[in-house]
Nanobody, 116 residues
Framework: QVQVVESGGGLVQAGGSLRLSCAASGSPFIISSMAWYRQAPGNQRELVATITSGGSTNYADSVKGRFTISRDNAKNTVYLQMNSLKPEDTAVYYC??????????WGQGTQVTVSS
């Protein structure tokens, strides 16, 4: 019932910035939280940031102070603002929606590449 689509990835030099978007379709009332994950080749998918329906946020230690997760309820969209990017941030970034009945919806992913 809920689908998410990521966009905004690209190639950025180290120290640059990028903003990812996650557009959700379906009823916003059944989404309990949304999150950004990332996965680099050969690595496990890791949690980057979360935001709950109440607006509380959490971040991985590796991105604290550099990344900001936010939402625009009117547009049914969640954002990930990424500043001071590092080569180790290179990965495919995925948006995930957790629904109130404990199911999940994943996006297709968007590639972020940080060069040095």
């Amino acid at each position: 019932q809920v689908q998410v689509v990521e966009s905004g990835g690209g190639l950025v030099q180290a120290g640059g910035s990028l903003r990812l978007s996650c557009a959700a379709s379906g009823s916003p009332f059944i989404i309990s939280s949304m999150a950004w994950y990332r996965q680099a080749p050969g690595n496990q998918r890791e949690l980057v940031a979360t935001i709950t329906s109440g607006g509380s946020t959490n971040y991985a230690d590796s991105v604290k102070g550099r990344f900001t997760i936010s939402r625009d309820n009117a547009k049914n969209t969640v954002y990930l603002q990424m500043n001071s990017l590092k080569p180790e941030d290179t990965a495919v970034y995925y948006c995930n929606a957790k629904l109130i009945y404990n199911t999940y919806s994943w996006g297709q992913g968007t590639q972020v590449t940080v060069s040095s």
